[in-house]
């Protein structure tokens, strides 16, 4: 059965840093695309970064870019959102997802979730 689980969430400061990461089991190939998205209290889900394990190629939304790093580790079937220079708007729940193809954040795309993690950036 295939399975999503995110970890890493907790509360930080604003300029704060955290790590999360989304391991996944029960995939028998690697041509598949993980997706992160974020759901803040009062507002619809939206895309933050996507990769391709492939190919390992990456796509972030323009309010994480230059903050935000997706990466891949294949060995472990994880993968990773490192998350820099924290901003209050950045409190959400971080979901990750998995699709058969690299479809950007196309949420019918993914047919896999986690449960979801919390990340709150408060002082």
């Known amino acids: 059965q295939l399975q999503l689980v995110e970890s890493g969430g907790g509360l930080v400061q604003p300029g704060g840093s955290l790590r999360l990461s989304c391991a996944a089991s029960?995939?028998?190939?690697?041509?598949?695309?993980i997706g992160w998205f974020r759901q803040a209290p009062g507002k619809e889900r939206e895309g933050v970064s996507c990769?391709?394990?492939?190919?390992?190629?990456?796509n972030y939304a323009e309010t994480v870019k230059g903050r935000f790093t997706i990466s891949s580790d294949n060995a472990k079937n994880t993968v990773y959102l490192q998350m820099n220079s924290l901003k209050p708007e950045d409190t959400a729940v971080y979901y990750c997802?998995?699709?058969?193809?690299?479809?950007?954040?196309?949420?019918?795309?993914?047919?896999?979730w986690g449960q979801g993690t919390q990340v709150t950036v408060s002082s």
């Open positions: 997802a998995a699709s058969r193809v690299y479809a950007l954040y196309q949420e019918n795309a993914y047919a896999y």
């Open positions: 029960g995939f028998t190939e690697d041509d598949y695309a």
């Open positions: 990769i391709s394990k492939s190919d390992g190629n990456t």
